[in-house]
């Protein structure tokens, strides 16, 4: 069964910086799945925020670029989100999703939600002014 559980998330003052992780189990070839982080704030969509690839191929969305770093450990399994010059309208809850392609090597980051099969439950970032 695969499952995924983010950490790291937590208040912050605008300016200040958080890393996310997001430990993967129960997945076959992690390493070559594509994985990606989304957010929803109260009242809004869900909206992508960054994404990876098999190759470490990274893509993002306009809100996180030269903000926000996304990376993958397959060592530990782990997917990260580095966030730095955090403002208030990056508040949201953060999930982190993975896509499965078994045995085959995922190409391409992938920023629609609908690739996504596994979506963690979530942790709370709150960035205050």
């Known amino acids: 069964q695969v499952q995924l559980v983010e950490s790291g998330g937590g208040s912050v003052q605008t300016g200040g910086s958080l890393r996310l992780s997001c430990l993967v189990s129960?997945?076959?070839?992690?390493?070559?799945?594509?994985m990606g982080w989304f957010r929803q704030a109260p009242g809004k969509e869900r909206e992508g925020v960054a994404y990876i690839d098999a190759f470490s191929t990274t893509k993002y969305a306009d809100s996180a670029k030269g903000r926000f770093t996304i990376s993958k450990d397959n060592a530990k399994n782990t997917l990260y989100l580095q966030m730095n010059s955090l403002k208030p309208e990056d508040t949201a809850m953060y999930y982190c999703a993975a896509r499965t392609t078994g045995a085959l090597v995922c190409r391409n980051p992938r920023p629609s939600p609908d690739d996504y099969a596994y979506w963690g439950q979530g942790t709370q970032v709150t960035v205050s002014s």
């Open positions: 129960g997945m076959d070839y992690y390493s070559r799945n594509c």
